[in-house]
């Protein structure tokens, strides 16, 4: 009953607005092109007289005291975030929330979107990017997959004014779900007052509220009333300067300064707040190009992937290496191989760190030989393709350390104490289980780069991360193998499980250059899926 007349709102509006208002507006800018040239000196000056209204961000005194006290508002796009352009972040949620085949729609839609004015292309991106769609999904994007893209495009000289004021209010007429979680969460903003979006149920419509589009000068002066803020951001366009005028201070984050000016880029070491756990399959910002690129990569990236998989699963080592580098996969190989000890009936325990489910296939691939993987969570479809041998755990310890050191009499054994996986230069606290059941252990640092796709997921499907991986155009990881944990380091020498995982984890992280947490599985699903991790198979929640 809601979504028919949901489409007949659509129709009327599309014929009014898309065909007939925005055919008017496609004249005009075909009109105005023409006299471009004739007008291109007045139009450049008039804009710099606009933009002298105001002085540069970099010009704001960050350094006065006064300012911790202070209330700040600005926009998010164009002001702290570099790049002026949202459709990226659309698309991220197109693609996260809706799929291929809304993606797909949302690029197709910039065939058109150019002849449209600021409202009208608003309007159509959110259309498409948002109709049916779970406001729980939208949430856990905007909460999970947008921040990573939001803190790399982050503009420094607006945030150093950002961060020493105490109060933050932020406008924009995006909406708000889009950026309130990010924004709380990473950048610390008292509230968040964007574009409301329709819903029936717990399902968005794809239209506005009643308000409509939010219109940031008039929002302004209805959440302050008669008081001025006492510092405005706000971009070089003319829109802005209206909401910025509003204030006791007001300056402009210039549109070049943002793009091309070094200082302006946001070092990871100086992110508002560390970003440790991230979402989602995109490794890349996708713009209209890169969206492009991918659509064009994707039939032959599905045929490659299935290529290197058998190629894993059919081939001996060494061929399987030497075609898996003929097919783009880069696998580097650093340290010795451990030697067995022939006194102990047990075999060698691999700790490795934990970047995707295939670390223990190219562990096993680098060292050319047979080895046992235990896991506490894998797919049938990942059991059944998986070219080495697979045990689950029961997260029951007593069970588990029962299950390993069977299989470590039996062999090798691949473990990696993590727990799960994680993108970022970080080592989650690893489980001391594995420090107890063996004395000859061998450390592994893993690492793997991927350009197009993540090969790891905490809310998707789980028996695709694998596929995702090989589908990238040049995967590639690097196994570097330590020497054996000294005796005196291990339990057989005085020291307890939790010292001992405690020094591994330091020991790779200072091979890897990452940075040790006390983060562990639990933490990450909660943060990004919303559970503790358990994972229910032909499920979704």
Not at 63 to 86: E, P
Not at 228 to 243: A, I
Not at 373 to 393: D, F, N
Request: with cysteine; hydrophobic share 40%; proline share 5%.
């Amino acid at each position: 009953m809601v979504f028919p007349v949901v489409f007949l709102k659509l129709a009327d509006w599309v014929l009014y607005q898309l065909l007939a208002n925005s055919c008017y507006r496609a004249a005009r800018k075909v009109r105005n092109y023409g006299f471009f040239l004739r007008n291109q000196i007045p139009r450049s000056s008039s804009q710099q007289q606009a933009a002298s209204l105001f002085p540069s961000a970099s010009h704001c005194d960050v350094g006065n005291n006064i300012r911790s006290s202070q209330t700040l508002v600005c926009d998010i796009h164009g002001v702290l975030l570099r790049a002026k352009t949202f459709f990226p972040y659309f698309m991220l949620l197109a693609f996260e929330a809706g799929g291929i085949l809304r993606a797909f729609l949302l690029l197709l839609s910039c065939s058109f979107l150019w002849v449209l004015d600021y409202e009208l292309k608003l309007r159509v991106m959110i259309f498409i990017s948002f109709c049916g769609l779970r406001m729980k999904d939208i949430e856990s994007v905007g909460r999970a997959v947008l921040p990573k893209f939001y803190l790399e495009n982050l503009n420094l000289q607006a945030y150093e004014v950002w961060s020493k004021t105490s109060s933050r209010v932020v406008f924009t007429s995006i909406p708000r779900v889009m950026v309130e979680g990010f924004l709380k969460e990473y950048m610390a903003v008292d509230d968040v007052v964007g574009t409301e979006l329709h819903t029936v149920g717990n399902r968005f419509t794809g239209l506005l509220s009643s308000s409509g589009l939010l219109v940031k000068h008039k929002a302004l002066k209805a959440y302050f009333g008669d008081k001025k803020p006492d510092v405005g951001l706000g971009s070089s366009s003319l829109h802005d300067h209206h909401f910025i005028s509003l204030c006791k201070e007001a300056y402009v984050v210039h549109k070049e300064d943002g793009r091309n000016n070094q200082s302006c880029l946001m070092p990871r070491d100086k992110y508002p707040k560390p970003l440790i756990f991230h979402d989602g399959r995109l490794a890349f910002l996708p713009t209209p190009f890169a969206t492009l690129c991918m659509f064009l990569w994707l039939p032959f990236g599905i045929v490659l992937a299935i290529f290197r998989i058998l190629v894993g699963i059919c081939l001996p080592y060494r061929l399987a290496i030497f075609w898996g580098s003929l097919s783009g996969v880069q696998l580097t190989f650093q340290g010795c191989f451990p030697s067995s000890n022939s006194e102990q009936k047990k075999g060698v325990l691999y700790v490795c760190t934990h970047r995707t489910l295939l670390d223990p296939v190219f562990l096993s691939t680098a060292l050319c030989k047979p080895l046992t993987a235990v896991t506490y969570s894998l797919s049938k479809m990942s059991e059944i393709i998986a070219p080495i041998k697979t045990v689950r755990l029961t997260r029951d310890r007593k069970q588990d350390g029962e299950t390993m050191k069977k299989l470590l009499s039996e062999g090798d054994l691949v473990v990696c104490p993590e727990g799960t996986t994680c993108r970022e230069p970080y080592l989650l606290r690893f489980s001391s289980l594995f420090a107890e059941l063996a004395d000859e252990i061998v450390p592994v640092a893993m690492s793997a780069h991927v350009s197009m796709f993540y090969g790891t997921t905490a809310s998707g499907l789980k028996w695709l991360d694998p596929i995702f991986f090989l589908m990238n155009p040049r995967p590639s990881y690097h196994v570097q193998i330590l020497g054996k944990v000294p005796p005196e380091f291990t339990c057989a020498g005085g020291r307890s499980s939790f010292e001992v995982a405690n020094y591994i984890q330091r020991k790779l992280a200072d091979a890897l250059g990452f940075e040790c947490t006390t983060f562990t599985r639990r933490d990450k699903y909660l943060m990004l899926a919303g559970n503790e991790g358990i994972v229910r198979e032909n499920k979704r929640n």
